[in-house]
């Protein structure tokens, strides 16, 4: 299926668990995710053309093989804790986009990566919780894959490498982590100047340089300063690689960038 304009793909921030739906505990700041939250609503308004459907990569489901969620009316996976009781309540009625699950084997059969299935598994909050945002209707058919257990940049860029058809088929591919995840330091103070030199380099590297020295960059990311310190653990960071080739060339903007208790957190995209 051929669309009528390439959908860009994008490497969204998805807060901190139900953040959008609660208010913030006594002691923080009231308005904390007001910012990430009216970009993510604002984000169906920039596409030319509404997707069909949503191929979405969340740092908080890893997998030996690249795997895809293809339950035809998928649950939810309430993967957070210690928030108020109405949050596990949260619905989001999604249409699974089991169509699209032949299309993504086949692209990844074809770049030589064997693909599983599985109908099981909820939604995650990496998933639901920005997407109840930006689609509140939940009138865009979703379809979850997963992140690779080893954790290789290579690979998952690979992965958005074999899948960028499909932004000429309708089909918005989301990448969805966090450019800082740092839980321990996550509060002004400890990391800031860290969280700052890892947003500088993001911005440099997604932005200004050639596609070719953009992955290279990229598959060296642990070296990049503030890079560990901002990334522990690399899942909230991979969803970027996946978003990245698939890109295909496409030059990268940053379309959303703020403070969060004095950590830099930014959002890009790509076409």
Known sequence: MTATVRMPTLFIPHGGGPCFFMEMPLGWPADLWDGMEAYLRDLPATLEERPRAILIISGHWL???????????????????????????????????????????????????????????????????????????????????????????????????????????????????????????????????????????????????????????LNEWEAAPGGLASHPTSEHLLPLMVAVGAADNAPGTRDYNERLLGKAISGFRFG
């Open 63 to 217: 997998t030996k093989r690249p795997t895809v969620n293809v339950a035809a009316h998928p649950t939810l996976l309430y993967d957070y804790y210690g928030f108020p009781e109405h949050t596990y309540r949260l619905t989001y009625p999604v249409a699974g986009a089991t169509d699209l699950a032949p299309r993504v084997e086949a692209l990844l059969t074809e770049a030589g990566l064997a693909m599983d299935k599985e109908e099981r598994r909820g939604l995650d909050h990496g998933v639901f919780i920005p997407l109840k945002v930006s689609y509140p209707e939940a009138d865009v058919p979703v379809l979850q894959l997963s992140l690779q257990q080893d954790l290789d940049p290579a690979q998952h860029l690979a992965i958005g490498r074999a899948l960028a058809p499909l932004r000429d088929e309708g089909v918005l591919i989301i990448g969805s982590g966090m450019s800082y995840h740092n839980l321990a330091h996550f509060g002004p103070g400890p990391g800031d100047r860290d969280a700052e030199q890892f947003d500088n380099w993001l911005y440099e590297t997604l932005t200004r340089v050639d596609p070719a020295e953009r992955e290279k960059r």
